[in-house]
């Protein structure tokens, strides 16, 4: 492989499957991992795997072919980017009590999901006055772009949103009446357990974006679409358009907010420090150590060295950690 050619390959992956004895799992899969220089993270929990890895494309396809050795992970499919670093500093293999954090236990997503749609169908769904399309995604999501008409249940993680459903159901929501419902997330995994979670409330005719926006925008050409404005991603593109070109968002290092332009042009944004809706919640000492941690980030950008940084001081807004088909990260309730 030649210099110019990216040489770590990156794999996003997730499958929905009755795991009893997941917890057995973790220790030979981080020895695994450990072993072919692989890093990232990967959860297991009862009801199956989600996460991220990255590393040697040799070593990445010996734990992804590890995993499929497993009757159960047979039908596991992954997502694959290339880049020329690491995107992540360490392997770390968690036990969870949910891939995505929904909090309903009684769910099987594994046996009754809802109906998958492919993007190419997707817009003749959404189109039909009698579907009601609902974003699952979080409320700082879905400002930075959503399917035109789709509905923001202006939730702040995933595990409000069976509060939405119940909630919304009731005389008068945007849910009571409607038997035809159609939800769409990231890449995939939300609007799954989504599904199955109408579903289990007697919604008959439930419809889910298969691959989720990311492989919608991939697919259906700019002229044809329904999507209105960026896809926010968890890692460092931030945001992606169609054809997954980088978007016009930055991430704020301080709460890990996207900011579009008029955040970017906002009096309360500093580089690394703050932005306008984390200004004014850190304390001197703390914007003090965010600017001493930017300006170290800046010297190993230009040695052209990776800066592991300090862990951010203070309570940020949201904490990242793994996602499963974004190429990157996800939420700390495991949502993508």
């Not at 199955?196 to 926006?213: D, M, N, R, W, Y």
């Amino acid at each position: 492989m030649d210099s110019v050619t990216p040489r770590f390959l990156t794999a996003a992956l997730y499958q929905f499957v009755d795991l009893p004895d997941f917890a057995d799992l973790r220790e030979p899969l981080q020895s695994l991992c450990d072993t072919h220089g692989v890093r990232g993270m990967l959860l297991l929990a009862p009801e199956g795997i989600n996460g991220t890895i990255a590393g040697e494309p040799q070593g990445v396809y010996a734990v992804l072919a590890w995993l499929r050795s497993d009757p159960r992970f047979a039908a596991l499919q992954h997502k694959e980017a290339y880049a020329e670093r690491l995107p992540f500093y360490r392997m770390r293999v968690r036990l969870k009590r949910e891939i995505v954090t929904l909090g309903v236990p009684s769910l099987n997503p594994a046996r009754n999901a809802g109906t998958y749609v492919r993007p190419e169908d997707w817009n003749a769904l959404i189109d039909d006055p009698g579907v009601v399309v609902v974003d699952t995604r979080n409320d700082y999501e879905v400002g930075i772009g959503t399917f035109q008409g789709a509905v923001n249940p202006h939730t702040s993680s995933f595990a409000e949103f069976p509060a939405w459903v119940a909630a919304q159901s009731q005389p008068g929501g945007v849910l009571a009446g409607k038997p035809r419902v159609a939800m769409f997330c990231t890449g995939g995994i939300r609007c799954e357990k989504s599904t199955a979670l109408l579903k289990s409330q007697g919604f008959e005719e439930v419809f889910h974006l298969e691959g989720g926006i990311l492989k919608y925008l991939e697919t259906v050409p700019e002229d044809a679409s329904r999507w209105q404005g960026d896809c926010f991603v968890f890692d460092e593109r931030v945001s992606v358009g169609h054809g997954l070109v980088r978007g016009h968002h930055q991430l704020c290092r301080s709460c890990r907010m996207p900011l579009g332009e008029a955040e970017l042009a906002s009096p309360y944004y500093v580089r690394g420090v703050s932005c306008p809706y984390c200004h004014g919640t850190r304390t001197p000492e703390q914007e003090r150590a965010l600017a001493e941690r930017q300006r170290q980030m800046d010297l190993a950008d230009q040695r052209g060295e990776a800066h592991l940084g300090a862990r951010q001081p203070g309570n940020p807004a949201r904490r990242i950690v793994t996602d499963e088909a974004t190429g990157g990260v996800t939420g700390e309730d495991g949502s993508a």
